[in-house]
């Protein structure tokens, strides 16, 4: 069962020698506006160490022939650690360049084998622009990891009935450790076993991994060969 922020804050007070809050996002005692800010903090730390796969959420950029520019998602964090932008048109990933390399590009109006992308100004830049039959599908990560009693999913924890989306073990014991280092108490231990978790948990979202029969392809392969691998 899933527990509410509260609920987390309430199991682990005991173990950090602090009473049991009956409220939190609305109290006004000091040790609870330091706790809130604190899982407020960590929920944030969590999400961006790994590509969680329940956070992972496609977007599709519908070409008309002019528009270069597309905003980010409203919910946007990051693209994946290894996100592509997949082109309907070239039937192959766009390239990514930086911006600079972007510019130099539009300076130097070179005929392109295959289109670009980058991000700055708080959009997604193509060039050429995407034509108007073509669709760019790419994965970001969302920063939406934050469920409420009803309504839709938030970034940040507001509300005592909030729950975290993602294993609230971790956020349990990060809260643990990042409690006792701030209060200047011995905090080892707990940082091993935290550390322990969140490295768990971020295996298990990974998957199995797929053996692959040609050595060759070692990074972004793309075929795989699920069949049985005689010596």
């Known amino acids: 069962m899933t527990r509410t922020i509260l609920e987390i804050v309430q199991d682990v007070a005991p173990r950090l020698g602090l009473d049991q809050p009956s409220v939190l996002f609305s109290s006004t005692d000091r040790t609870n506006i330091e706790l809130r800010a604190v899982v407020k ?7 961006r160490l790994h590509d969680w796969s329940l956070l992972k ?9 002019t528009t270069e520019a597309f905003a980010l998602p409203s919910d946007y964090l990051r693209m994946t650690k290894e996100g592509q932008i997949w082109s309907t048109r070239w039937e192959r990933p766009l390239m990514h360049v930086t911006p600079e ?8 109006d070179y005929d392109l084998v295959v289109g670009v992308w ?3 100004n708080g959009q997604f830049q193509y060039r050429p622009a995407l034509a108007a039959d073509e669709d760019a599908k ?12 009803s309504g839709s999913n938030k970034a940040r924890f507001t509300l005592d009935t909030d ?16 409690w006792r280092q701030r209060k200047g108490l011995d905090y080892a231990e707990d940082m091993a076993t935290a550390e322990q978790a969140i490295a768990q ?4 979202d990974k998957g199995a991994r797929i053996i692959t029969q040609d050595s060759r392809h070692k990074v972004h392969s793309k075929v795989a060969y699920p069949w049985k691998i005689v010596p």
Do not use: C, K
């Open 101 to 108: 390399d972007f510019l130099h590009l539009e300076i130097r």
């Open 57 to 65: 959420t496609q977007a599709t950029h519908d070409g008309d022939g």
């Open 163 to 178: 729950t975290f989306r993602l294993n609230d073990r971790m956020l349990e014991l990060a809260l643990i450790w990042e």
């Open 201 to 204: 948990e971020i295996s298990w």
């Open 118 to 120: 980058t991000i700055f």
């Open 41 to 47: 903090e960590l929920a944030e730390r969590i999400v």
């Open 138 to 149: 790419f994965y970001y990560m969302s920063n939406l990891v934050v469920a409420p009693a």
